[in-house]
């Protein structure tokens, strides 16, 4: 299961699979691939949002690795927020009115928006699942299929959940990235049918 600390993703070299799974181990596949050959270009795709990720590959597999993880307490400059719990200080505007009614909460503002923001992760509607699935699906798809025949058509049989008319247009593409876009498609599909 992908969570923000351990996301799932999937790393592909042009229409070939690299590996697909914890960040870690996608990372350290992608490292083989570049220690092999520096001029490769691979993309490593976040499996829930179809978003690249992007890694530093510079220095030694455990280093690449080390940087992966989340600095020590230690190692960070001290600011703003609770570094223990992994709290990071951002900007945030609102409107005088906000703020007045954040600073009257129990907490304070920074718990009143940390608890909000919570609520709101819980109550995801099958709505919105359905539409960020079909969005990751489509990044992968335009990312590294976008050049291959059918993704336009394929695309729109995505949106329009027409699963026949998808495999049909993705029938003929690598095996690879057919099989990874029918995967994140019928991840989509399944979200839109929750909808009801």
């Known amino acids: 299961m992908s969570t923000p600390e351990h996301p799932s993703c999937t790393a592909f070299d042009g229409h070939t699979l690299i590996a697909s799974g914890a960040l870690a181990e996608v990372a350290r596949a992608v490292k083989r691939v570049l220690d092999k050959d520096p001029k490769r270009m691979p993309v490593i795709l976040d499996d829930a949002t179809g978003q690249p990720v992007e890694i530093d590959f510079r220095g030694s597999a455990d280093e690449v690795l080390a940087r992966l993880q989340p600095a020590a307490e230690g190692d960070a400059p001290r600011g703003a927020g609770r570094p223990r719990l992994g709290v990071v200080a951002r900007e945030v505007t609102l409107l005088p009115r906000h703020w007045y009614w954040l600073n009257s909460q129990p907490g304070g503002a920074s718990v009143t928006l940390r608890k909000l923001v919570e609520e709101a992760r ?75």
């Open 122 to 196: 819980r109550n995801v509607s099958a709505k919105d699942r359905a539409r960020l699935a079909g969005e990751a699906a489509d990044r992968f798809m335009r990312v590294v299929g976008g050049d291959l025949a059918g993704y336009e058509e394929a695309s729109r049989a995505l949106w329009r959940g027409d699963r026949e008319a998808f495999n049909r247009h993705t029938r003929g593409w690598p095996k690879d990235v057919r099989e990874h876009a029918r995967r994140l498609a019928a991840i989509a599909r399944d979200a839109q049918a929750d909808m009801g």
